[in-house]
């Protein structure tokens, strides 16, 4: 790892009063949680499935083949027994001491308020809550796991219980969007981590950051790397980690 590139992005961390941090699903797989995304993960959905997860997690398909969604669901995209790692636990940190004010997150996992970030916004939802389909009515994690049968149904009135995650088909949550937006164009300085910035609309946000300390952290390249202003092709939770060791 190079001590030059950590020792930058510790210089820019000191010379910043509002950072904001946008993630993808490489924060998490260093909680041992894979990419169902990845060329490894389509593959083994093409297998056991016989579609890809895009059309497994579509909300065409929740809607028509809800048994075999939540098989899918809960072999795929729930890990409850994950938590979080340096990366996650290095972000808590800056913003106890006053200097991060938003984690950005593409992930659904619940790991960056499990390491105790407040300030977070989920683009894509969260596997922690589910609510039924007819009367709302909210449930957790557990209850989705521990339902006796595949498709868990409301106790009051019947009705499906889905997660309040975005699907395949499905539009974000406008005002998660809109608090997302507003952190990152306050920001004097943008971390980019873990993602390859390619699932839109949520790596379009970027583009409304308009200071000069954008970082990008991620172990391949990226279609913004010319863009940044410091790129650190590492592991994210031993950057970050460093980065916020003093």
């Not at 990845?38 to 398909?61: A, M, N, Q, V």
């Not at 593409?106 to 007819?134: P, T």
């Amino acid at each position: 790892m190079s001590g030059e590139k950590i020792q930058n992005l510790k210089d820019m961390l000191r010379s910043s009063k509002y950072v904001v941090f946008f993630g993808g699903a490489g924060v998490s797989t260093e909680s041992n949680i894979p990419d169902f995304r990845s060329e490894d993960g389509i593959y083994k959905t093409l297998t056991k499935y016989g579609r890809s997860p895009e059309e497994l997690l579509s909300h065409t398909f929740f809607m028509s083949h809800p048994e075999e969604f939540f098989d899918y669901y809960r072999n795929n995209l729930i890990f409850a027994q994950a938590r979080p790692n340096r990366a996650h636990m290095a972000l808590a940190e800056l913003e106890k001491r006053g200097l991060l004010k938003s984690v950005v997150t593409q992930n659904i996992d619940g790991l960056h308020q499990m390491a105790g970030s407040r300030e977070v916004q989920e683009l894509h939802g969260s596997v922690y809550r589910n609510y039924c389909l007819k009367c709302k009515e909210k449930y957790g994690l557990e209850y989705v796991t521990d339902y006796p049968e595949t498709v868990p149904k409301c106790k009051k009135c019947g009705g499906i219980v889905r997660p309040d995650v975005v699907l395949y088909e499905e539009g974000l949550d406008m005002r998660i969007v809109s608090r997302a937006v507003s952190h990152i164009q306050k920001a004097d300085m943008l971390i980019v981590g873990g993602t390859s910035l390619a699932v839109y609309p949520a790596a379009g946000l970027i583009d409304y950051y308009s200071g000069d300390k954008l970082v990008l952290i991620n172990k391949s390249s990226t279609p913004y790397d010319r863009r940044a202003d410091l790129v650190i092709n590492e592991s994210i939770g031993m950057v970050l980690g460093a980065a916020v060791t003093d």
